[in-house]
Each structure stands twice: as structure tokens, then as C-alpha cells.
């Protein structure tokens, strides 16, 4: 599994920290946002893995 390029991921933390301190007023000093990216091999919905669910599309 490949995610988004480093500079998406620093877009989504800038948006994300803007989101928190304009809707729950929070420092943005303080504020914490992380990417966990899990591999598709160690999630599923409906009982079946992510991957084959992607493969079968």
C-alpha cells in the first residue's frame, strides 16, 4: 500500500489543525495530528481483507 505523497499529508495536518482551532478554538501549539497509515492486509470490512476486497474491484 502506497499513501499520498509527503506534501498531501502536510496539507491534511494544516487543514486538520485549522479545523480544530476554528471549530474547538484549541491551540495549535498544542495540537497533536497523526497519519496512521495501516497496510491493507491488516484491516477488513464486511469479514474480508481490504486487499482482496481492492483486488476484486
Keep these: 500500500m502506497k499513501g499520498p ?3 498531501q499529508k502536510k496539507q491534511l495536518i494544516e487543514g486538520v489543525t485549522q479545523l480544530l ?3 474547538l478554538n484549541k491551540n495549535p501549539a498544542t ?16 469479514g474480508v481483507p481490504v486487499t482482496e476486497l481492492r483486488k476484486a474491484k
Design 5 to 7: 505523497p509527503p506534501e
Design 21 to 23: 482551532v476554528d471549530v
Design 31 to 46: 495540537t497533536f495530528v497523526v497519519i496512521d497509515e495501516v497496510e491493507t492486509d491488516n484491516w477488513g470490512i464486511g
